[in-house]
């Protein structure tokens, strides 16, 4: 997984540090809005996962991979947790993309890398928060990762349901992701020394992103399959008085 989450974090304690009361919480990621909008992996052989394949130019390569605990591994690490196991143990790095369905909305596929064991078995050896038994992955080779340029690499998403304010939701994404590429690389990498008003346009980039997810959900009609993915109407599910 990307460092996104660390370099997230950095901006939060930034925008506490100069006083900024913007809330950093608006992204999709955030645990408190995965009861109403779930984030899962989906399964390899789903629909969803069969668009991100195709935008990707590949054709049915997702599995699903077990999680395998390894020590000293970290969360948002899993370029660098892959490379030290195969340093101590061998094995291999595997590049590809981790696939995640939100809700009935969008699919999105993350850059990432897994260990291929010695024994031939492959897993994800990255945490989740919160934990994941196992994750969709699709394996590509031409996916790698530039240890020097320590760069993050946009993600890949594509829209579940037809309504232009989701596209302009991807490309207020990818303008958080420049934001964070722009800025000078501290130490190892993975903390990046953002402007002070850098930090406060990527933070009114997540209440744009809140602000839109907000209307398309407003604008289903009863009929279309709810957003939360269940394949239920809208008014079956939480469109719903009392189902939730
Ligand atoms: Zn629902």
Known sequence: MTSWSVLRARISSLLTVTGANLSM??????????????????????????????????????????????????????????????????????????????????????????????????????????????????????????????????????????????LEFFKVCEEQTEIMNAAPRIGIGFMAAIEKSEAMRHSALEIRKATLMTQIVMALGRNDPCYCGSGKKYKKCHGGTNEY
Not at 94 to 116: C, D, N, P, R, S
Not at 126 to 138: G, L, R, S, Y
């Open 25 to 166: 919480q608006g992204g999709f990621q955030n645990h408190a809005m995965r009861k109403d909008f779930p984030i899962f992996p989906p399964s390899p052989a789903s629909h969803p996962t069969h668009l991100i394949e195709q935008k990707l130019g590949l054709s049915q390569v997702a599995v699903s991979l077990p999680y395998e605990a390894v020590e000293g591994a970290k969360a948002q690490f899993c370029f660098q947790n892959v490379r030290d196991v195969v340093r101590g143990q061998g094995g291999e790095i595997v590049y590809g993309w981790l696939v995640w369905q939100h809700g009935g909305i969008f699919v999105e596929a993350e850059h990432h890398t897994v260990w291929k064991k010695p024994t031939g078995e492959v897993v994800c050896i990255t945490p989740h928060n919160p934990p994941e038994k196992a994750v969709t992955f699709i394996p590509d080779p031409s996916a790698t990762y530039d240890w020097n340029a320590d760069h993050l690499t946009h993600n890949v998403r594509v829209a579940l349901l037809n309504d232009p304010r989701l």
